[in-house]
């Protein structure tokens, strides 16, 4: 079955920095665009980017344009996001998404938290 898994949260002091990992396996890695999506405490769920199969591709969303990249390595089905110049703002659980069709989310790892605080 389809199982996606992220790692790397903690906690970060603001304008530091932390790397997300979603760790994949049930499904052909290569073949699928895979999302991060993050949900601030008492707030919805809020897109953070998209990476295409072939890793050629990024989309962000405006709030972390600039500060996070989105990688993947194909051939550890591992999917990635580089965190920098973290914000307090930034304070969320972070999931990893598998997406289906037209690039919707079908399969969601269970989350990762990170807090940005001094």
């Known amino acids: 079955q389809v199982q996606l898994v992220e790692s790397g949260g903690g906690l970060v002091q603001p304008g530091g920095s932390l790397r997300l990992s979603c760790a994949t396996s049930?499904?052909?890695?290569?073949?699928?665009?895979m999302h991060w999506v993050r949900q601030a405490p008492g707030k919805g769920l809020e897109w953070v980017a998209i990476?295409?199969?072939?890793?050629?591709?990024?989309y962000y969303a405006d709030s972390v344009k600039g500060r996070f990249t989105l990688s993947r390595d194909n051939a550890k089905n591992t999917l990635y996001l580089q965190m920098n110049s973290l914000k307090s703002e930034d304070t969320a659980v972070y999931y990893c998404g598998k997406s289906g069709a037209s690039w919707s989310i079908d399969y969601w790892g269970q989350g990762t938290q990170v807090t940005v605080s001094s």
């Open positions: 990476l295409n199969s072939g890793g050629t591709t990024t």
């Open positions: 049930g499904f052909t890695f290569s073949s699928y665009a």
